[in-house]
């Protein structure tokens, strides 16, 4: 059968080969998928020795997305954007590193919570990896206006720079947390700061009734972030989704057949 992983350190709480076991099994797809706890300066020997023992592909997950960019022999448009991988396909034209984590992010708001992102404001709380990834894939639903806010506004802008050359010119604007205007239509978190039971520092006033509220972090509770905007009278939302979505994009890339994600995201979501 097709091998495939997932390579991240620490990977224990994984959930990639529940949710990959369910499309294989969903679409008749004969393969395995695995955790591989890579280590922290032996990533590219892992993903060696993973295709010499048959591999065909594997996501990447925290912390090795940076480095899975130099290990791939090409790059999708969208991870060229992202400067990020998550996913990498074992092809005869050697390995090919993709980004579906903004496919997979665009596609839960889209599609799982009814939200359109054409002609809406949006923002973006953060400018690391997770907020790079979802930049292009937001563009390409045409937003009226896309915010991005940074601790650092430096960083928000270099991203505004780069993007202005991708169909965000006059679209993408940077600014810092409390600087953030106005109400806006959807609201990501793309920040690691409920991780730290933390909160992006932006108004309240950003919030308004009906806005969506997505915290791109999942866990059995609410987070701090979803917590604060379900009080301002947001819709709120948190990463399970985008996982689930961003997962079945990666099966695609590899198995060319898109499964089917409401019924696994419903499972997940109300299992006891």
Same mark, same amino acid.
């Given at each position: 059968?097709?091998?495939?992983?997932?390579?991240?350190?620490?990977?224990?709480?994984?959930?990639?080969?529940?949710?990959?076991?369910?499309?294989?099994?969903?679409?008749?797809?004969?393969?395995?998928?695995?955790?591989?706890? !890579?280590?922290?300066?032996?990533?590219?020997? %892992?993903?060696?020795?993973?295709?010499?023992?048959?591999?065909?592909?594997?996501?990447?997950?925290?912390?090795?997305? #940076?480095? !899975?960019?130099?290990?791939?022999?090409?790059?999708?448009?969208?991870?060229?954007?992202?400067? @990020?991988?998550?996913?990498?396909?074992?092809?005869?034209?050697?390995?090919?590193?993709?980004?579906?984590?903004?496919?997979?992010?665009?596609?839960?708001?889209?599609?799982?919570?009814?939200?359109?992102?054409?002609?809406?404001?949006?923002? #973006?709380?953060?400018?690391?990896?997770?907020?790079?990834?979802?930049?292009?894939?937001?563009?390409?639903?045409?937003?009226?206006?896309?915010?991005?806010?940074?601790?650092?506004?430096?960083? %928000?802008?270099?991203?505004?720079?780069?993007?202005?050359?991708?169909?965000?010119?006059?679209?993408?604007?940077?600014?810092?947390? !409390?600087?953030?205007?106005?109400?806006?239509?959807?609201?990501?978190? @793309?920040?690691?700061?409920?991780?730290?039971?933390?909160?992006?520092?932006?108004?309240?006033?950003?919030?308004?009734?009906?806005? #969506?509220?997505?915290?791109?972090?999942?866990?059995?509770?609410?987070?701090?972030?979803?917590?604060?905007?379900?009080?301002?009278? !947001?819709?709120?939302?948190?990463? #399970?989704?985008?996982?689930?979505?961003?997962?079945?994009?990666?099966?695609?890339?590899?198995?060319?057949?898109?499964?089917?994600?409401?019924?696994?995201?419903?499972?997940?979501?109300?299992?006891?």
């Amino acid at each position: 059968m097709d091998r495939y992983c997932v390579f991240g350190n620490p990977i224990a709480h994984s959930k990639s080969p529940e949710i990959h076991a369910a499309f294989a099994a969903q679409t008749g797809q004969q393969l395995t998928y695995e955790k591989i706890l !890579a280590p922290l300066d032996g990533f590219a020997a %892992a993903v060696q020795d993973f295709i010499a023992a048959g591999g065909k592909g594997a996501n990447v997950t925290v912390p090795f997305k #940076l480095e !899975a960019c130099k290990v791939a022999q090409a790059l999708t448009v969208r991870a060229q954007a992202a400067g @990020a991988v998550n996913t990498l396909h074992f092809s005869e034209q050697g390995i090919i590193g993709d980004n579906t984590d903004g496919a997979g992010l665009v596609a839960d708001i889209v599609a799982n919570a009814g939200v359109a992102i054409t002609g809406k404001r949006v923002l #973006l709380l953060g400018a690391g990896g997770a907020a790079r990834g979802v930049v292009l894939p937001i563009l390409e639903h045409r937003p009226a206006q896309l915010v991005i806010a940074n601790r650092t506004v430096a960083t %928000a802008q270099a991203l505004v720079e780069q993007f202005a050359a991708l169909g965000g010119a006059g679209v993408v604007s940077a600014c810092g947390f !409390a600087d953030a205007q106005g109400v806006f239509d959807i609201v990501i978190n @793309a920040t690691s700061a409920s991780l730290n039971a933390d909160l992006p520092p932006v108004p309240a006033s950003v919030f308004g009734p009906g806005t #969506l509220a997505l915290d791109m972090m999942y866990a059995k509770e609410p987070t701090i972030f979803m917590q604060f905007a379900e009080n301002h009278g !947001a819709l709120v939302r948190d990463g #399970l989704g985008m996982l689930v979505e961003q997962a079945a994009e990666a099966f695609a890339v590899w198995r060319g057949v898109h499964p089917q994600t409401a019924e696994l995201l419903h499972a997940m979501r109300h299992r006891p």
